[in-house]
């Protein structure tokens, strides 16, 4: 099997992850999502063009505990930056994408906390639902 670097299976995830939300979001709200070429560079999050949201994109052979919270808190750092709710996606080895978000983003009353005490993990596909729907707020 070909060893992948970090670097190229960072943007192959990212391109992988765009492929799948316009799959589970066909139409205007997906037709701007493009890769952020300048993060490297100027920093920002991974995806652009999912209006409200700053997205991290992260592929990891396996994801353990410490990785989860310190992938959640580069996440929440640069969607500050942006005023936008974090998101960070995220995908192991053979497994399917997941999505990780604040809980304050879908349930008003717990807003302003975003430690990752207080995410939901959840499927790609209700990720989704949850973009679609706050769209429509």
């Known amino acids: 099997m ?4 970090g670097r190229a299976k960072g943007k192959s ?10 799959r589970l979001i066909p139409g205007e709200l997906t037709d701007g999502l493009e890769r952020n070429l300048t ?10 063009g999912l209006d409200g949201w ?8 396996e994801f353990l505990p410490a990785d989860m919270i310190n992938c ?13 709710r974090p998101a960070l996606c995220y995908r192991g080895d053979r497994r399917e994408w ?7 983003d879908v349930h008003p009353n717990l807003k302003g906390k975003d430690d990752y005490d207080s995410t939901i993990d959840m499927s ?9 729907g706050l769209a429509h707020v």
């Open 98 to 104: 997941r999505a990780v978000i604040c809980v304050g």
């Open 72 to 84: 959640w808190a580069q996440t929440v750092e640069q969607a500050r930056k942006e005023q936008a």
């Open 124 to 132: 790609l596909s209700l990720f989704t639902e949850i973009v679609r």
């Open 54 to 61: 700053a997205i991290e994109v992260k592929r990891y052979a």
């Open 39 to 48: 993060q490297t560079r100027n920093g920002g999050h991974d995806i652009l």
């Open 2 to 5: 070909k060893k992948i670097n």
């Open 13 to 22: 995830g990212e391109r992988e992850l765009i492929g799948q939300l316009k």
